[in-house]
Each structure stands twice: as C-alpha cells, then as structure tokens.
C-alpha cells in the first residue's frame, strides 16, 4: 500500500492550503481515508475522515467550518482543503487508510496504513 501526500507549505495566518493524498496501485473509494497531523511534542491526532460507504465525513472540532474532506475519484485522491488556517495548525500532517471495516478513521489504532507527511506551517 503506498500513500502520497502532497500540498503542505508556509502559510500566514488566515491563509489557505489543500492537501491531496493519492494512491498508486489500488483504489482509495474503496477504503475509509483520514488525515491526521502531529504538531512538535504531541501526539499524532484524528484531524478529519471520510467513509468508504456512503461518503460521510468526520471532523475534528478544532478545524470544524474551516477544513473540507473530499474524494476525486477521477483522480485517485482524497483532497483536505484547510482555510482560515491558525498558527495551532501547524503540524506534520499524514494520510491514513483505516483497516478493514472502518467506517469512520478517527483514532490512530483505526490506521491500516500511513502516508509519508507533509509539513504545514502557519506562520507570520
């Protein structure tokens, strides 16, 4: 299983980013897909997901009405659209596919398989 994320950057506050991850050999609307972040000395942590099944979505309060989870399928990708972006933000952030008979991805014991990360600071 390999994942690919892409997008992070050095943004100011109140700016914008989208993350996409991308699969290669399988494909992702088959599986239930998370993004997660881990900031400098804490905890990795459930940032949004969203199902395999009927496309619902999850997000974690700290980003609720700022980030957006979507899936192109035509493209392979699940996309995470970030506005209205805080210095709290700024984190690794990573793609994660849930294990098998995940519905909704929120707990890192829920993760089948991570992407490599990418870094997204918020900053002045």
């Known amino acids: 299983v390999q994942l690919q994320a892409s997008g992070g950057g050095l943004v100011q506050p109140g700016g914008s980013l989208r993350l996409s991850c991308k699969a290669s050999?399988?494909?992702?609307?088959?599986?239930?897909i998370g993004w997660f972040r881990q900031a400098p000395g804490k905890e990795r942590e459930g940032v949004s997901s969203?199902?395999?099944?009927?496309?619902?979505?999850w997000y974690a309060n700290s980003v609720k009405g700022r980030f957006t989870i979507s899936r192109n399928n035509a493209k392979n990708t699940v996309d995470l659209q970030m506005n209205s972006l805080k210095p709290e933000d700024t984190a690794v952030y990573y793609c994660?596919?849930?294990?098998?008979?995940?519905?909704?991805?929120?707990?890192?014991?829920?993760?089948?398989?991570w992407g490599q990360g990418t870094q997204v600071t918020v900053s002045s």
């Open positions: 994660a596919i849930g294990l098998p008979g995940t519905t909704v991805l929120i707990l890192t014991t829920q993760v089948g398989s």
């Open positions: 969203i199902s395999s099944s009927d496309g619902s979505t």
């Open positions: 050999r399988f494909a992702l609307n088959n599986y239930a």
